[in-house]
């Protein structure tokens, strides 16, 4: 059982670019998300999603989309990577609205 | 607004007692989780409260008081690799998670 695995560990972009950080999970949970922490800074929401199908907006979506086509998978995409997107991204899931989140390990981004 | 509030940092001896505390103003409120972070690495989770009172798990206890907006963790018997960072998260009325920035607890010996 893997739980919820995050690809890639690290990255570094120039500015302009785009990327996909790619997230599944095997648990079979509906509720998905990701966030992106700052240095000493709590987590910060971007994007979730409560099943296949249905995404919506965190606190600090601008930059960002997802998609959600199956269950399993939650990939978040960053278009024109900007010096401010440099951060830790994780991904999240849960099976139910009260249950604890499951994070992976984290992709470390870079943008120079 | 929402807003949790939780001390930054604190320092603590190895084999004593350290009590992190942790207040918010959340509309709603549908329980509260505690986390533990190690540096650089993800989250993971330590307990949850959703009644008031004193959820006790190892050398890890949590109390919540929903009338008080307040919350603590109590570790005891402090290890080296009890240090990490402690997150507070609650569960507001749309089952929304508000997170704290955090408490960097540093353990010496």
Redesign the interface.
């Known amino acids: 059982n893997a739980g919820v695995t995050q690809t890639p560990k690290f990255r570094i972009l120039k500015i302009g670019q785009s990327m996909t950080l790619q997230c599944a999970q095997d648990m079979n949970h509906n509720y998905m998300y990701w966030y992106r922490q700052d240095p000493g800074m709590g987590l910060k929401l971007i994007y979730y999603s409560v099943g296949a199908g249905i995404t919506d907006k965190g606190e600090v979506p601008n930059g960002y989309n997802v998609s959600r086509s199956t269950t399993e998978d939650f990939p978040l995409r960053l278009e024109l990577a900007a010096p401010s997107q440099t951060s830790v991204y994780f991904c999240a899931s849960r099976d139910r609205e009260n249950s604890p989140l499951h994070f992976g390990n984290g992709t470390r981004l870079t943008v120079t | 607004g929402q807003n949790i509030d939780q001390p930054t940092e604190m320092t603590a001896t190895e084999g004593a007692i350290v009590q992190i505390n942790c207040t918010y103003q959340t509309s709603g409120f549908?329980?509260l989780?505690w986390y533990q972070q190690h540096a650089g690495?993800?989250?993971?989770?330590l307990s949850?409260n959703?009644l008031d009172g004193l959820e006790e798990k190892g050398r890890f206890s949590s109390f919540l008081s929903r009338s008080k907006g307040y919350s603590y963790l109590l570790l005891k018997e402090l290890q080296m690799k009890d240090s990490a960072s402690y997150?507070c998260a609650v569960?507001d009325s749309n089952?929304?998670?508000i997170?704290?920035?955090?408490t960097k607890l540093i353990i010496k010996p």
Do not use: C, R, S
């Open positions: 549908n329980g989780f690495e993800a989250p993971t989770f949850y959703v997150l569960i089952y929304q998670l997170w704290g920035a955090g």
